[in-house]
């Protein structure tokens, strides 16, 4: 019995292991057609499935701070944009769709295909722009027949507005999209390819706080890259308001009286030494910026012949001519080469190492004292002037008044200007001053240049006592809500280094000029309002002696006039250069003129103090030593 059991085991144990067997081939066949079924008979639609949602990252712009004036009125600000993009790995056909996309944007069919032509992997699935900035009709064309068209996608972006046009263009200045070269250079940090940054201008100066922080938002979208749910959103902080001390209409005033010619006004405030206005003629439209800059237009700007992208206020450098005797007087009474007493025969010319150097006025000014010498611009009197100076004390003087050196505006690319010296020639040229170039230095000729704006707030200083000021461009800077960031005060860079008997007599001499019987300013005179001020001529070339050719516009002589007004209570002084305009009194003089009258018109208590001042006018004038 017990061998048949031990028999039986061995059989009971093969039919299990065999039902076993079975359990698992069957588990594996059943198994394996599973895997066939998914991927064989559902393989496509899975993978479609798998294809036809995906998470996205859409980043969301900032809106940029707005540039506004000292009276809120809007220099730049910003407006919806519609951008068209395609993402090709959105698409199954992305030629075809395309082609269909240039249909409907009026756009060159081959230029859009080849743009997508060359994206491949990862890059495929990166959303193209294809077309900025597309009109309503374009919109709405484009809307249409979305559905034909997957993978386009319309982008609601802010875009940069200048509402007035080219006023003001030098001073605001425009923004461009980052260059790589920017973005290597860690400038940059919150940047991205395609951002926009400031490149000119108060938009680049302020760069920092009108930028803002772009925000994001993660996204779930379909096969056609259309937007199916929004998973998370960070929201941009908005950059933030940049109020100027700049004064739009005195601006727009400015720039109508240079409309006609090439050339530059500056007008600040003595007692602060906010800028009032800063125009350039020719001016531009920042507004050609925003977007890609035609060619035929960026051509135009480079071929004309007065550089219309050049600030010509702080960036252009001319001689002075005449209005560089402000300096020379009152180097020359602070050095006591001259008093107030001191006089000089004029006959019309200084004859001097060989050769005669001539006064403007021919038959001469006869005997002239530092106030007459100013108000009726006598050349031999500040030749003289200079000569016992030496050109190394009145480079000193000049430097130290400002000249030849930046400003400190908020600005881009400020010129320097030239002052220059014995030392600088020999490093310049390898030779030796010789003391007749003195005399061209002395009435503001020769190497001396200097810039509209440096010739202001050296105006402004002799205005206010002789209180030299960094200019001021940028007045505060606000958030969206209104609440003050940063303000700006004014900020002193010291003292003219003269007295301040040297500073009354130049005054006077310069009142003297405006509203003297012989005075050369006399067409910048107001009836009701005294006006010092100092007319200039400065050469472009050479001329020979006697000779009476009229010369070619572009070698015209430029024309100059600085002052400030009222004259016993300043609040604006102003410098004025139109290019080849020859002669101060009648190109640059009246300009400055109807500014003084825009700004002391519309600034409150100016028709009081104008009034007030009448009185005065009628009187003896200014003060008498």
Not at 171 to 185: C, R, T
Not at 359 to 364: F, I, V
Not at 553 to 582: K, S
Request: hydrophobic share 45%; aromatic share 6%; with cysteine.
């Amino acid at each position: 019995m017990k061998r048949l059991l031990d028999a039986a085991e061995p059989d009971a144990f093969r039919r299990r292991l065999l039902l076993l067997m079975i359990a698992a081939v069957t588990a594996f066949v059943l198994l394996a057609a599973r895997l066939l079924y998914l991927q064989l008979v559902l393989g496509e639609e899975y993978l479609r499935l798998s294809l036809n949602n995906s998470i996205r990252l859409q980043p969301i712009d900032a809106p940029r701070g707005r540039i506004l004036d000292r009276g809120g009125e809007v220099l730049a600000e910003n407006r919806p944009s519609f951008d068209v993009s395609f993402t090709p790995r959105d698409a199954q056909d992305p030629e075809r769709v395309a082609r269909e996309l240039a249909r409907r944007l009026d756009l060159p069919e081959e230029e859009v295909v080849g743009r997508i032509r060359p994206l491949r992997g990862l890059a495929a699935f990166r959303p193209v722009l294809l077309q900025p900035d597309i009109g309503r009709d374009a919109l709405a064309a484009v809307e249409v027949r979305k559905v034909d068209m997957p993978g386009v996608s319309v982008q609601v972006r802010l875009r940069r507005q200048y509402p007035l046009g080219p006023l003001a263009g030098h001073v605001v200045g425009h923004i461009g999209e980052v260059s790589a070269e920017e973005l290597k250079s860690g400038a940059w940090p919150l940047a991205r390819g395609g951002d926009f940054i400031g490149k000119t201008g108060i938009e680049r100066a302020c760069e920092p706080y009108l930028r803002g922080e772009a925000g994001g938002r993660q996204v779930e979208v379909n096969a056609s890259g259309q937007v199916m749910r929004v998973l998370q959103t960070v929201s941009p902080r908005p950059g933030r308001n940049v109020i100027l001390t700049l004064d739009s209409r005195l601006q727009r005033r400015a720039e109508e009286l240079l409309e006609q010619v090439a050339g530059a006004a500056v007008a600040v405030h003595p007692a602060t030494g906010e800028i009032l206005a800063l125009a350039s003629s020719p001016g531009f439209d920042p507004n050609a910026f925003v977007g890609r800059v035609r060619a035929e237009q960026w051509e135009a700007w480079m071929q004309h012949p007065h550089r219309p992208l050049e600030n010509k206020a702080l960036q252009g450098e001319y001689p002075p001519g005449s209005t560089f005797k402000i300096v020379t007087a009152l180097a020359a009474l602070e050095e006591k080469a001259i008093d107030e007493a001191t006089t000089f025969d004029c006959e019309g010319f200084l004859p001097f190492a060989g050769r005669d150097y001539r006064c403007w006025k021919k038959e001469g000014h006869g005997r002239v004292d530092v106030r007459r010498a100013l108000t009726e611009s006598c050349d031999v009197f500040f030749y003289r002037a200079g000569l016992r100076l030496g050109i190394e004390r009145l480079a000193w003087y000049a430097k130290a008044m400002g000249l030849g050196s930046r400003t400190g505006i908020d600005l881009e690319n400020e010129a320097r200007g030239l002052i220059p010296s014995a030392a600088w020639k020999k490093r310049r040229f390898g030779v030796p001053w010789q003391e007749g170039e003195t005399l061209s230095v002395a009435i503001g000729q020769g190497y001396v240049l200097a810039t509209p704006l440096q010739m202001a707030m050296l105006t402004a200083a002799v205005a206010d006592g002789g209180v030299r000021r960094r200019p001021q461009l940028v007045r505060r800077v606000e958030t969206a809500e209104g609440e003050v960031v940063w303000e700006a005060a004014p900020a002193e860079l010291g003292r003219l280094p003269v007295g301040a008997r040297a500073l009354t007599i130049v005054r006077q001499g310069l009142w003297g000029a405006v509203n003297g019987e012989r005075g050369t300013a006399r067409r910048a005179a107001l009836p009701d309002v005294e006006i010092a001020g100092k007319t200039g001529t400065s050469q472009v070339v050479g001329r020979r002696e006697g000779a009476d050719e009229v010369l070619p516009l572009h070698l015209r002589p430029h024309a100059w006039f600085v002052c400030y007004a009222p004259y016993h209570a300043p609040q604006i002084a102003v410098a004025v250069v139109v290019e080849n305009g020859e002669h101060g009194s009648s190109a640059a003089g009246p300009i400055a003129r109807e500014l003084v009258k825009t700004w002391l018109r519309q600034e409150p208590g100016g028709g009081k103090a104008a009034a007030g001042l009448a009185a005065l006018a009628a009187g003896a004038g200014p003060p008498k030593p």
